[in-house]
């Protein structure tokens, strides 16, 4: 059985989170269990399909109404454990199923086709579900890692987006890439596997996957409405997304209509972009340790920096093919690339001031608030007007709420200090 979760020692096993409680998950594992084993739909005249398929309803048709939270939170963490099980079981049996190319039977094209068309998946989903399935029926050691429970889906999920294109370095970085996954959340194995995605692409005879896997679909409706989907390399993606929101500001909230989503606000600047609006300047910032900038990135993948500011991390082969353009700004740790003193000779924060307190400070300074540094406003501690220099000791980035705050709470100060 499977953990949902492996930080801070193992987590409860699929039926074990509210066997005594509920006597239904404990069914539905054992339904699960059931079709783990079985070869076909059906075993010595049981189908374990319908014993899930019961133990499904019977939770469904439950009356929860006075149960306390803790009975309601025991039941969830316990049904996500037997969906992360059956999970697994999908994914072994979607495995088997294409490698035997059942899905041409029907003349489906393919089998991400076969699924899109007849399960409630999209097709996106359905190329996951494929993709996965293909990744672990191709490793064993990883297969017994996720049959063990030492991993879940979600490792396998992201390991397997990750691998594509790499599969031979994969293999070579198996072992040590499942030690991680053993001792990390999905979201964190996620951030892990970015960074070894931008190692192996770095260390790979190949370029990198580039401008050549770049592409833009639009499709119409009857009605003539667009959709648009596409793949755009990560420093492409960071000059539109730079440039679209410069183009388009949040709204003001007390303004003369309701503020714009972030979605609606970039689809209006890049129709602005069409029409040949002139979009502000834009500059990419790149973050790398010198060891990966000098082409000996560390052996552990959650050691070493390369981070495309605002988007993550990216391949060091780019950087280096980048670093000559005076539009990237570069910050290799333990050098310096750009002066940064200012001094008393102006108040205006220059752009490359500006990247150095986001670089330095990466959210609000506020305590608590999380707003990426580089949507905040850049706050002098020490006001210009009481003699503070424009240097990177006196300046902190601020969000523009509790930058607004900060400066109340110092006019509230200063008007307490004159009364006094």
Same mark, same amino acid.
């Given at each position: ?17 509210? +066997? ?5 998950? *404990?069914? =539905?594992?054992? &339904?699960?269990? @059931? $079709? #783990?084993?079985? %070869? /076909?739909? !059906? ?89 996965? +399935? ?5 490793? *064993?050691? =990883?297969?017994? &890692?996720?049959? @063990? $429970? #030492?991993?879940? %889906? /979600?490792? !396998? ?96 909230? *007390? ?166």
């Amino acid at each position: 059985m499977r953990s949902t979760h492996r930080r801070g020692g193992p987590s409860p096993r699929s039926g074990e989170v509210c +066997a005594m409680q509920h006597p239904t998950i *404990d069914a =539905t594992s054992d &339904a699960v269990r @059931a $079709g #783990d084993a079985a %070869t /076909g739909t !059906a075993r010595a005249g049981h189908d374990p399909l319908a014993g899930l398929s019961a133990a499904v309803a019977t939770l469904a048709g439950e009356d929860r109404s006075a149960w306390t939270g803790v009975a309601r939170a025991d039941l969830l963490v316990g049904l996500l454990s037997v969906r992360e099980r059956l999970d697994a079981v999908i994914l072994a049996v979607t495995g088997e199923w294409d490698r035997d190319k059942s899905w041409e039977l029907d003349g489906a094209r393919s089998p991400v086709a076969w699924i899109a068309h007849r399960a409630p998946l999209t097709r996106q989903d359905a190329s996951s579900l494929v993709r996965t +399935a293909r990744f672990v029926r191709s490793f *064993d050691t =990883t297969a017994k &890692a996720l049959d @063990a $429970g #030492d991993i879940t %889906t /979600g490792h !396998a999920t992201i390991a397997a987006q990750a691998a594509k294109h790499r599969a031979e370095t994969y293999r070579d970085h198996e072992a040590v890439i499942l030690d991680v996954a053993r001792e990390l959340p999905v979201t964190g194995f996620r951030q892990v596997m970015q960074h070894w995605k931008a190692i192996a692409d770095d260390q790979a005879v190949s370029e990198p996957p580039g401008d050549d896997t770049d592409y833009l679909d639009i499709t119409t409706t009857f009605e003539g409405i667009g959709h648009l989907d596409g793949r755009l390399s990560a420093t492409a993606v960071k000059t539109l997304i730079d440039r679209l929101d410069a183009m388009e500001p949040p709204d003001p909230k *007390d303004g003369p209509r309701a503020p714009r989503s972030q979605a609606q606000r970039r689809a209006a600047a890049l129709m602005r972009l069409v029409h040949g609006d002139t979009p502000p300047t834009t500059t990419i910032d790149i973050v790398i340790d010198h060891e990966t900038f000098a082409g000996r990135p560390p052996a552990d993948p959650t050691q070493g920096c390369c981070d495309l500011l605002g988007q993550g991390p990216i391949s060091p082969l780019v950087v280096r093919t980048l670093a000559c353009d005076a539009a990237i700004g570069r910050v290799v740790m333990n050098g310096n690339s750009e002066i940064l003193d200012l001094g008393r000779r102006t108040r205006v924060v220059s752009p490359a001031l500006r990247r150095a307190v986001i670089l330095r400070d990466r959210t609000c300074t506020e305590e608590g608030c999380d707003v990426p540094a580089h949507r905040c406003d850049i706050h002098h501690v020490i006001p210009w007007q009481h003699h503070g220099p424009t240097t990177l000791e006196n300046l902190k980035a601020k969000c523009p709420t509790h930058h607004l705050k900060t400066h109340q709470r110092m006019e509230a100060d200063i008007r307490q200090h004159r009364r006094e």
